[in-house]
């Protein structure tokens, strides 16, 4: 292999987690956020002979995936665009300055919610995606307002809990 595409594999190596976090936040699904995470990666290979070693890798990784979900948007004409291009900048600034450490506990996320039961989903969702307040959430769940944000309180500490239990269980070699 090409030292500078071995290169390219190992920089990518390490920042796939976010970018697979900033493709998922720009398309919502997660069948076609592999789909357009294969073509960045593609992009990246292809592209490493231009990729300027004096900059960071990250948010130059973040341009390629951005533009690969730009691409499958056009060709599908299957899903909005969740996010303003404003938005979309300020998110990939913000992923480009996350702690590679933080990275890995975002890495595990995924598989922790599907833990969760639908009720306990149900909370997240509209809670973290959808921005409700516990009171609204309350109304729309049949539930008492003190009752979501006690949920709300147990599951994040869940969630947490699952995190350092999968990141210690990947540092032992025990896998997720």
Known sequence: MDPRAAD??????????AVSAFVHALVGDRDLRDEVLQDTVARVLESCGSYDRSRPFLPWALTLARRAAYDARRRRMRFPAPLTEAAQDRLAAAIAEVEPSE????????????GLDGRQRKMCELRY???LKPARI?????LNSNTV??????IREALRECIERRIRAAAAGGGT
């Open 129 to 131: 995606r959808a921005g």
């Open 138 to 142: 309350a109304e729309l769940m049949g």
């Open 8 to 17: 390219a594999v190992a920089l990518w190596t390490a920042a796939q987690p």
């Open 103 to 114: 990275r890995v506990a975002a890495d595990h996320l995924d598989a922790c919610l599907a």
């Open 149 to 154: 944000s006690k949920s709300l309180q147990r």
